[in-house]
Nanobody, 119 residues
Framework: QASLVESGGGTVETGGSLTLSCAVT????????MGWFRQAPGKEREAVAS????RRTTYADAVKGRFTISKDNSLILQMNNLKPEDTGMYFC????????????????WGQGTQVTVSS
């Protein structure tokens, strides 16, 4: 059974940095669309960043210039200059069957890791 397991969440002060990792057990996932999503309390889940088969990346406007998505044998989200509005549960996701135009697409999810940014 393929899986996605996130780690690296925690509590950080405004302006700090965190690196989220997603352990990926399926090469099929790694060759499909992958991305990070987040959900703040009382809000809908939203796409944060995506990466396609050819490592082309797309970011939400709110995180451009601050977050970087990458992948090798795992999926990474480097988050810099964190803001209180970045607080939420962060989910790693894969969208099998798609290889491009990946932003916002997911049909396989991890359990999530909590990120809290204090002001």
């Amino acid at each position: 059974q393929a899986s996605l397991v996130e780690s690296g969440g925690g509590t950080v002060e405004t302006g700090g940095s965190l690196t989220l990792s997603c352990a990926v057990t399926s090469n099929y996932y790694l060759s499909s669309c992958m991305g990070w999503f987040r959900q703040a309390p009382g809000k809908e889940r939203e796409a944060v960043a995506s990466i396609d088969l050819h490592r082309r990346t797309t970011y939400a406007d709110a995180v451009k210039g601050r977050f970087t998505i990458s992948k090798d044998n795992s999926l990474i989200l480097q988050m810099n200059n964190l803001k209180p509005e970045d607080t939420g549960m962060y989910f790693c996701a894969a969208h099998t069957g798609e290889f491009r135009d990946c932003f916002g697409k997911a049909n396989n999810w991890g359990q999530g890791t909590q990120v809290t940014v204090s002001s």
